[in-house]
């Protein structure tokens, strides 16, 4: 009797260290901290991840014109492969990311001055499931407007695409003919989603010019 209970306690003790060996933990958080940065004809996304999964692959990046509603994964933008993951990626550890948004077909640009909605999601394979793939939820989708990026000239004037748009006097600036100009103040990330939701662009406004704030004009007709 008591060799027989001797030898089921080793099993015991066996079985018990093969499953601790064989376990593997599988974490999918959603990317967080999801933000757009517009660029000329361009969008980029950032965002913080860390996947704690072995089948994990890459990110999914979903972008949209006009339209906020998305698909799982049938609207997320295919790499060069023709499939998913749309970026590849096998970092583990928490890491800010930023890409540029590729274009959903060759050829194509973000046109500026039109609302775009985006966002990402954590993609990876996984042949017990029934769909074969894992996918995070979409946490946040947040729009971006394209824009072109304006250079100053010899601190007197502002110029964007060979155009003057603002003229610099001392501390202040001042539209240009018929630009209008929204003025927002110090900016500390100027990675932040900043949308145009009306068209109040005063043109007689002056703004004191400071580093590191936002300015952004718009061809306004309607000033003579």
């Known amino acids: 009797m008591k060799n027989i209970i001797f030898f089921i306690s080793i099993l015991f003790i066996f079985i018990s260290c093969s499953n601790e060996l064989i376990t593997v933990v599988d974490e999918y958080?959603?990317?967080?901290g999801i933000k757009a940065i517009p660029g000329s004809n361009s969008?980029?996304?950032s965002f913080w991840s860390g996947?704690?999964?072995s089948d994990f692959v890459g990110f999914n990046i979903y972008i949209k014109q006009g339209n906020s509603t998305f698909t799982q994964p049938t609207d997320a933008i295919k790499n060069n492969l023709g499939g998913y993951p749309t970026v590849a990626n096998s970092t583990h550890?928490?890491?800010n990311f930023t890409i540029q948004v590729p274009p959903t077909q060759a050829g194509q640009?973000?046109?500026n001055g039109t609302l775009y909605y985006v966002t990402v999601t954590a993609y990876g394979t996984n042949d017990l499931t029934d769909t074969k793939y894992i996918e995070t939820k979409i946490n946040a989708i947040v729009p971006v407007i394209p824009r072109t990026e304006g250079t100053s000239s010899g601190n007197t004037t502002i110029t964007a695409n060979g155009q003057t748009v603002a003229n610099v006097n001392g501390d202040k600036i001042t539209p240009n003919g018929n630009w209008g100009m929204q003025y927002f103040g110090p900016q500390s990330d100027f990675n932040a989603v900043v949308v145009i939701t009306?068209?109040?662009f005063p043109k007689s406004d002056n703004a004191y010019s400071v580093n590191w704030t936002l300015y952004i004009f718009k061809w306004?007709?309607?000033?003579?």
Do not use: D, E, H, V
């Not at 958080?29 to 967080?32: A, G, I």
């Open 198 to 200: 009306n068209n109040n």
């Open 51 to 53: 996947i704690l999964a």
């Open 220 to 224: 306004t007709k309607w000033f003579g």
């Open 109 to 111: 640009t973000y046109q």
């Open 29 to 32: 958080n959603p990317p967080y």
């Open 93 to 95: 550890t928490r890491t």
């Open 43 to 45: 969008i980029s996304i």
